[in-house]
């Protein structure tokens, strides 16, 4: 699949806080934890706990979440199909939409079951 100009704008306008307790219920659901969410969160964007919760409480967007971030230097290391997307397909020109998938896969693989180590250990 491809990424349009009208999907990045769509994801980036999307409210960061009202997708997070999504995430934290699948992962509930598979027997993981907030500090796990938080922390592949952290490592992806550099936000600490605190930072999350402040910035879910400003009802950030995804872009104003993603602009904030700082992404971690091996976020390119993250592979795979997400959605119906090859992560490392997507271009640069739409960084909201991959930073999302990030996200979306990071978040997948701790559902599923994959140690933390190996989660946050891409080199």
């Not at 490592?43 to 602009?67: P, Y």
């Not at 397909?89 to 896969?105: A, M, S, T, W």
Request: aromatic share 10%; with cysteine.
């Amino acid at each position: 699949m491809k990424v349009t100009p009208e999907k990045n704008e769509k994801i980036g306008k999307m409210i960061f806080g009202s997708i997070y307790p999504l995430y934290l219920n699948r992962l509930e659901k598979n027997g993981r934890t907030q500090k796990e969410l938080n922390q592949v969160i952290e490592w992806l964007t550099g936000f600490d706990e605190q930072s999350i919760q402040q910035l879910i409480k400003e009802n950030v967007s995804f872009a104003s979440f993603f602009e904030k971030a700082n992404i971690h230097p091996n976020a390119h290391l993250i592979t795979g199909v997400i959605c119906g997307y090859r992560i490392e397909e997507i271009p640069e020109e739409f960084g909201v939409y991959r930073n999302c998938r990030y996200l979306d896969k990071l978040v997948d693989e701790l559902a599923k079951g994959r140690k933390m180590e190996k989660i946050l250990g891409r080199k």
